[in-house]
């Protein structure tokens, strides 16, 4: 069943409830003036939205003017601004009478001249229509035009709901007069026109649960709808308990991303809420259970979890019910019922955590793994914020000194103390993929921590961004082992158009630094930019410890020692020939 929210929008001749004396002569009905073309004019609609009326209460007008006919004065000019005195009436035949008169003070059984109900006095007239008792209808103290409309959206007359006195559909604006905080929410503005036969007290229900203020003039009532209307917007984080949400963020292949949904429910909306969320083939949903209940998503309203049902004043709600094979192809809906939202309340927001895991199918940097959702509520839906998730890439090139590639060397991965895993031992380990080694999840077998190449190209990828160091661990055969190991920093989403590049660490001692790096820093710059490449040269010839063991440095002793005993015999030589 459609549910709405709706107010007493429009009173075509005036905004309140005020009653003159009913006359049953020199009085005009509508129906006897040549209909002046009534109207309901909604400005700052929703295009597409659909507005209907439903007249609760007729209107009688007696002429302020005995000489007036029901369409022009004496003189000829328009009479329609004449019938300013006015009674709005209702007769107990009526569909909404039992609507308007439920819970009458005092009781209708007792067949009063007068009672209340809801705010506003009805008093029995001498008229009838048929053999229906006519009675005016005004405002008696206490009358609140919200709760009143409120109360008639959750009871509409079943014969009525269906066949409105009215509708109008909105159509837009010019993109000049829409407003950035509206596309930005997928909304698009405009103005719906309901076109009447006759004058009344109308009631306007609309399917976006939107408030509206009202201005009426006769014979147009004119509205601006000032609508809430319910949103979504949605974060991603790498950790989940910190806090630090955003629209982005990187990770390890195998790692767990967390997302946090924001619905907001808009005002006087009580409509069922629909949750659509799709997510990348690269993220696996984590489904999980608990004491053999579903604990896969965790919904909060402020600090207090949300359960999927509850009891609520002896009745079970059902607050919500997931789908995880929904017909629209989505990872799951989550539909907030009715209830649950009219319950609620207005402008209230509801946050859903849940987390995936990034799989072997994540698309590296260059790619985000993205993950859409939006909401849909009645015949609207929302704006479709979208949080990306990034994985990283790079090649290894084992080089001679001529730029030759060479085959046979061996190479681990680590990880700085900064950016290490909980729990993980070192180096990093991999799978061996038909693409080159990929980082391994969690409990998957067959990994590797050392990498080999029969062709001097590695390419390691599924990494997160963070500071990495490369150690060559075997030589090719012939060549020296790296003098030492390399450090490669991954920069991430944080660090802007620099994302998924990689630098040099500025304190490296490795005396091929410079041919590793292909760009020189730019002015003011530390670090300079790798293409995707860390180029690493082994050089041949024999290289001498210069620790562990005497090695050449008897032979710069001895060498030494044999230079002053050349020097000094020169020298004596030199005075003994002077002497003589």
Not at 77 to 103: L, N
Not at 115 to 126: D, E, P, Q, V, Y
Not at 301 to 330: K, L, M, W
Not at 528 to 542: F, K, M, Q
Request: charged letters at 25%; a negative charge; glycine letters at 8%.
């Amino acid at each position: 069943m459609k549910k709405v929210f709706a107010l007493i929008l429009s009173v075509l001749l005036v905004l309140s409830l005020t009653v003159v004396a009913f006359a049953t002569a020199d009085t005009d009905s509508v129906a006897d003036k040549t209909n002046p073309g009534f109207k309901i004019e909604i400005a700052n609609a929703i295009v597409g939205e659909t507005y209907n009326a439903y007249k609760v209460f007729d209107v009688t007008y007696a002429r302020d003017d005995a000489e007036a006919t029901a369409t022009t004065n004496p003189d000829g000019s328009d009479a329609t601004s004449e019938h300013k005195a006015y009674t709005y009436t209702i007769t107990p035949d009526s569909e909404w009478w039992s609507v308007v008169t439920d819970g009458a003070s005092p009781e209708l059984s007792t067949n009063p001249a007068e009672f209340t109900a809801h705010g506003l006095k009805f008093t029995k007239t001498t008229g009838t229509v048929g053999t229906a008792a006519i009675y005016t209808v005004e405002e008696a103290a206490g009358f609140s035009a919200a709760d009143f409309a409120k109360y008639l959206s959750e009871n509409i007359p079943s014969a009525v709901e269906a066949n409105p006195d009215g509708t109008g559909t909105a159509t837009a604006y010019p993109d000049s007069a829409q407003t950035a905080e509206d596309l930005a929410k997928n909304i698009k503005r405009g103005k719906a026109t309901i076109n009447l036969t006759d004058a009344g007290y109308y009631f306007v229900t609309t399917t976006t649960g939107a408030l509206c203020s009202l201005d009426t003039t006769e014979p147009t009532a004119k509205i601006v709808e000032k609508n809430d209307i319910p949103d979504v917007d949605k974060s991603v984080s790498d950790t989940g308990a910190d806090g630090s949400w955003g629209k982005k963020t990187d990770v390890d292949v195998g790692d767990t991303v967390y997302y946090k949904i924001d619905v907001t429910t808009g005002t006087g909306n009580n409509s069922a809420i629909t949750l659509h969320d799709k997510m990348d083939s690269a993220l696996t949903l984590n489904k999980k259970t608990a004491e053999g209940a579903d604990t896969t998503f965790v919904v909060k309203v402020g600090e207090t979890v949300v359960p999927a049902t509850e009891t609520v004043s002896g009745t079970e709600r059902v607050n919500y019910t997931i789908d995880y094979n929904p017909a629209d192809g989505d990872t799951f809906d989550i539909v907030f019922s009715a209830a649950y939202i009219t319950a609620l309340g207005d402008d209230k927001e509801i946050n859903v955590y849940f987390d995936a895991t990034l799989n072997e199918n994540a698309k590296i940097y260059g790619e985000p793994n993205d993950n859409e959702t939006y909401i849909d509520y009645s015949n609207q839906s929302s704006s479709k914020p979208n949080v990306q998730v990034y994985t990283y890439e790079f090649d290894i090139v084992k080089v001679d000194a001529e730029g030759n590639l060479l085959s046979g060397a061996e190479f681990t991965l680590t990880r700085s103390a900064a950016t290490k895993r909980a729990g993980e031992t070192d180096p990093i380990q991999f799978v061996k993929t038909a693409d080159g080694y990929r980082v391994a999840k969690d409990g998957e077998t067959g990994t590797v921590t050392t990498l080999t190449s029969e062709d001097g190209k590695y390419h390691l990828y599924g990494l997160d961004a963070g500071v990495f160091t490369l150690t060559e661990t075997k030589a090719p055969t012939g060549f020296n082992l790296a003098k030492d190991p390399i450090t490669v920093v991954i920069k991430g989403t944080t660090d802007g158009d620099k994302q998924g590049k990689i630098y040099k660490n500025t304190e490296g001692t490795q005396p091929w630094e410079t041919a590793l790096y292909k760009e020189a820093p730019a002015e003011g710059e530390e670090e300079a930019v790798l293409t995707d490449t860390v180029e690493v040269i082994n050089r041949t010839g024999s290289e001498l410890p210069s620790t562990g063991g005497i090695g050449t440095t008897i032979f710069y002793i001895v060498g030494g020692v044999l230079l002053l005993g050349a020097a000094i015999v020169l020298i004596a030589r030199r005075r003994t020939q002077t002497e003589t």
